[in-house]
């Protein structure tokens, strides 16, 4: 198709789909199912008025780059996303060290032994391509049916001595 969109147009210009697709959603915006194709075109015009305005008034369209209500924007594209913890938890055991062990590696400071890092836990992540990752601190609270999950991934350290 791709080799074709020179002569005949993109896709999107010639196929059904996009008609198809602007009927069903104009469908599912049917208010009054007792007479259905007054509404459809009533619809069809309010969603006309809609694009007009946009286009004379490119300012009504939100930001698409604005951050959602009570996000937290970490650099490099990545943002913490709700629901977060009221308050910071102690991490101690390994998890700790490990925490204590980053912090001085990356020049964070130099810790006290007795030195045990609070963390705030955050349910989900927004990774720089769009996809959103969740923390299994929300998500184990769950029943397993609820849990939304379409990749795994799991992570084996093994050593070789």
């Known amino acids: 198709m791709a080799p074709e969109a020179v002569q005949v147009s993109p896709g ?29 075109s009533q619809r069809g015009i309010r969603r006309l008025q809609v694009n007009a305005l946009k286009a004379m008034i490119p300012d009504l369209e939100p930001n698409s780059d604005s951050l959602p209500r009570n996000s937290n924007d970490i650099g490099d594209r990545y943002i913490f996303l709700r629901v977060r ?13 490990a925490i204590q062990t980053f912090y001085e590696e990356q020049g964070f400071g130099d810790f006290n032994d007795d030195w045990l890092p609070h963390v705030v836990h955050w349910a989900r992540l927004r990774l720089p391509n769009g ?13 397993p049916q609820d849990v939304r999950m ?12």
């Open 131 to 143: 996809q959103i990752a969740r923390s299994a601190w929300k998500e184990k609270l769950k029943p």
């Open 150 to 161: 379409a990749r795994n991934i799991k992570v084996s350290l093994t050593s070789s001595s």
């Open 12 to 40: 999107a210009y010639y196929t059904q789909w996009t008609m198809e697709r602007t009927i069903g959603n104009l469908g599912e915006e049917i208010k009054q199912p007792s007479n259905p194709f007054a509404n459809l």
């Open 85 to 97: 913890d009221a308050s910071a938890c102690l991490i101690d055991g390994n998890a700790g060290i």
